[in-house]
């Protein structure tokens, strides 16, 4: 962990503001508005809404549903026996008495073809529907993880402040009462986020916090601590 080992000359950067992570679920919210109109384009305009995700099924059942989950995760999936309350003579789609029509008329309004249609025409379908919103999937999934990442840097500052001056665990419950259990905490915190853009801007959040609190206390991180960390990640496969 050599960024340690010149605490004392960085300038620490700046913390994410409020700002940023605005903007950032502005991002999202473009991202997900930009996905949502690729799936109507490619006629997905059936919208079921659950509690965390939303399901974008195509008329023709055969064609499939596209699962949108509220954390950006997106995948294609065979649509499942449903019901669909048409248009009907004597009302629109969806009326009440459309659904009162499907009480009368059940064939009208049972949708089986999701179930039916073979596998390879399915396949196929599963494939070019995937293709499709690959682009603005990716996307999505890109600005929810900035500002996820976003939200931990901005809550970070306080939770490495309740660690280092009153022994909060960041993760999980306890107290850690002494110092080297808050300088061991601090490090394994650092060491364990992803090797990633989002889990190294989490590790600038903690290398700034240190440099900017922890070297300036009474018990600052020494070259043997720095060392003997060098060493455990070293051998962490």
Known sequence: MTWLVSLALAQAPEAPSREVVVYGELLVEQARQALVEELRADG??????????????????????????????????????????????????????????????????????????????????????????????????????????????????????????????????GDLATVAERKAALLSYWGTRTDTVWGREVQDAIEAFVRGVVQHSDAPFTEAEIAGFDSNVEKTP
Request: one cysteine or more.
């Open 44 to 173: 997905y305009t059936r919208v079921v809404e659950k509690e965390d995700r939303v399901i974008y099924r195509h008329p023709e059942a055969w064609k499939g549903q596209v699962v949108l989950y509220d954390d950006g995760w997106t995948y294609v999936k065979r649509q499942p026996l449903n019901a669909v309350a048409p248009e009907m003579p004597w009302a629109d789609a969806n009326s009440p008495l459309a659904v009162a029509g499907c009480v009368v008329y059940p064939w009208l309004c049972v949708r089986a073809g999701g179930l039916t249609a073979g596998q390879r025409k399915w396949r196929g379908r599963e494939t070019r529907e995937a293709q499709s919103i690959a682009d603005a999937s990716r996307v999505l999934s890109e600005r929810t993880a900035d500002l996820a990442v976003d939200r931990t840097i901005d809550d970070l500052p306080a939770r490495l402040e309740a660690l280092w001056g009153q022994g909060k665990p960041l993760e999980g419950e």
